[in-house]
Nanobody, 124 residues
Framework: QVQSVESGGGLVQPGGSLRLSCAASRFTSDYYSIGWFRQAPGKEREGVSCISASDGSTSYADSVKGRFIISRDNAGDTVYLQMSGLKPEDTAIYYC?????????????????WGQGTQVTVSS
């Protein structure tokens, strides 16, 4: 069984917090960005946040601004998505991906082989 690069999902109450992790060290090719995306049941996948591999610049979807923070460890091995003030509408499978976004340029819709993702459920 292939181990997912994403982890940290779970069930949380509205207003709660979760921190997702993306094991960037498992990506075998060089990349210029890592993005977090999510897909809710019956909806299209959407971009959530993006971080540049070179300078650490970041960007966020309007729906998560002020609530989510993307970051990376010093070695660049792990990219995190700290989620606070979670809402039921944040419920989705969350994925990380390389080179599917760039801060200031938005999220791209290119073909991509997505991983398994990690489930986030916000419910009371």
């Amino acid at each position: 069984q292939v181990q997912s690069v994403e982890s940290g999902g779970g069930l949380v109450q509205p207003g709660g917090s979760l921190r997702l992790s993306c094991a960037a060290s498992r990506f075998t090719s060089d990349y210029y960005s890592i993005g977090w995306f999510r897909q809710a049941p019956g909806k299209e996948r959407e971009g959530v946040s993006c971080i540049s591999a070179s300078d650490g610049s970041t960007s966020y979807a309007d729906s998560v601004k002020g609530r989510f923070i993307i970051s990376r460890d010093n070695a660049g091995d792990t990219v995190y998505l700290q989620m606070s003030g979670l809402k039921p509408e944040d419920t989705a499978i969350y994925y990380c991906a390389t080179d599917m976004c760039y801060p200031g340029m938005g999220f791209f819709s290119s073909a991509y082989t997505w991983g398994q993702g990690t489930q986030v459920t916000v419910s009371s």
